[in-house]
C-alpha cells in the first residue's frame, strides 16, 4: 500500500496539461508553502508560472505536480499530480474531510479525461486502504480491492463483472493470512453445477466450501 506525505488540503478536477520551467513572473501572495509529493522526506523544489506553483519533486526541470490557487486567497487548495512520468497532470491530490492531509487520489488511467481509479486512505492511518476501479469505462467503479484490518495487505474483492450497480463476486481472507480463502458469487441465474443438473451442489461449481485458496 502507498504512503501519503503531503499535507495540502484538495478538491476535484484532474488536469492534463504539462509544463516545464520556462516562466519568471512573481506571482508571490507572502505565503509560504513546502511540498513532498514524491514522499522522500525532503522538500520538492517549486517554480511560478501562470498564477500557479508548479512542483519539481525529481529536480530535471519538468513538473511533477502542480498547486493550483482556485478561490485566490494566495493558498493552494488543489493539487494535480504526475505520477506515471508520461507529463500529464492524471492524478488530483484530495482532502475530503478537512484535516488537513491527502486521504484521496482521484487519477484517469486511460487518458480519456474521466477518473476511473480512486484510491483512498478510509481510516487516516497514512496508508491506501481502497482502491475503487472502473474497468470498462462506463463511468462506475466496478472493481474495489481493500485492505480492512490495515495490516497492509488485501483481504476484501469485490468484483461487478455485468455493469449492473451490484457485486458478482466476492473474495474474502477470512483467516488474515493473506490468501483469498473464501468466494462468493451472485450471477444472474447461477447454476452451483453447470455440468451435470444431477450432481451433488458443489461438485462440479466454482465454489467448494472449505476447500482453502480456491478460485
Not at 7 to 28: C, F, H, P
Not at 78 to 104: C, K, P, R, V
Not at 173 to 182: A, H, I, K, S, V
Not at 197 to 209: E, H, K, V, W
Amino acid at each position: 500500500m502507498s504512503e501519503f506525505d503531503d499535507t495540502t488540503g484538495m478538491e476535484e478536477d484532474v488536469a492534463t496539461d504539462d509544463y516545464t520551467e520556462d516562466d519568471t513572473t512573481d506571482y508571490s501572495s507572502g505565503t509560504t508553502e513546502t511540498y513532498d509529493i514524491d514522499g522522500d522526506g525532503w522538500e520538492d523544489d517549486t517554480f511560478q508560472a501562470d498564477g500557479n506553483t508548479y512542483i519539481d519533486s525529481d529536480g530535471d526541470g519538468v513538473a511533477d505536480g502542480v498547486a493550483l490557487d482556485t478561490d485566490g486567497d494566495g493558498v493552494s487548495d488543489e493539487l494535480h499530480m504526475d505520477t506515471d512520468g508520461d507529463g500529464t497532470f492524471e492524478t488530483e491530490a484530495m482532502d475530503t474531510n478537512s484535516d488537513g492531509y491527502i486521504d484521496t487520489l482521484a487519477s484517469d488511467t486511460s487518458g480519456d479525461g474521466v477518473v476511473d481509479q480512486v484510491m483512498s486512505d478510509t481510516d487516516n492511518d497514512g496508508y491506501v486502504d481502497t482502491v475503487s476501479s472502473d474497468t470498462t469505462g462506463d463511468g462506475y467503479a466496478d472493481t474495489i480491492v481493500s485492505d480492512t484490518d490495515g495490516d497492509g495487505y488485501a483481504d476484501y474483492v469485490s468484483i461487478d463483472s455485468d455493469a449492473d450497480g451490484y457485486s458478482n463476486t466476492v473474495m474474502t481472507d477470512t483467516t488474515g493470512d493473506g490468501f483469498l480463502d473464501n468466494v462468493e458469487t451472485y450471477p444472474e441465474g447461477y447454476d452451483p453445477n453447470p455440468g451435470d443438473p444431477n450432481a451433488p451442489s458443489g461438485t462440479d461449481g466454482n465454489i467448494q466450501p472449505g476447500s482453502g485458496n480456491t478460485l
